[in-house]
């Protein structure tokens, strides 16, 4: 990981509803949609997909195109490599 790939992720981690998102995201078993994470958090539908859109610029999060709907996962091996790099980080 380079290091504006590390900023990029630690600026879209910097928000609390992005961490949310993320959470929720995690815990699903599969993909969800963007009307199922504002079901989930107190959020409007425009306010989450920015939130959504940073998430996934960053590479946090992959965007699944079915159908007319896009459905979004964690990345995993984005968030293991993020967190290596923190890890080097305390010698």
């Known amino acids: 990981m380079d290091i504006k790939q590390f900023e990029r992720i630690s600026k879209a981690l910097g928000d609390p509803h992005r961490i949310r998102i993320m959470q929720q995201v995690g815990?699903?078993?599969?993909?969800m949609q963007c009307a199922d994470i504002v079901e989930m958090i107190d959020l409007t539908q425009s306010a989450i997909s920015h939130h959504i859109?940073?998430?996934?610029?960053?590479g946090l999060l992959i965007a699944e195109k079915q159908g007319r709907n896009i459905k979004y996962a964690v990345d995993?091996?984005?968030?293991?490599?993020?967190?290596?790099?923190?890890q080097q980080l305390k010698g």
Do not use: A, N
């Open 53 to 58: 859109k940073q998430l996934t610029e960053s």
């Open 27 to 31: 815990k699903s078993p599969g993909c």
């Open 76 to 86: 995993k091996d984005v968030v293991d490599t993020y967190t290596k790099f923190l």
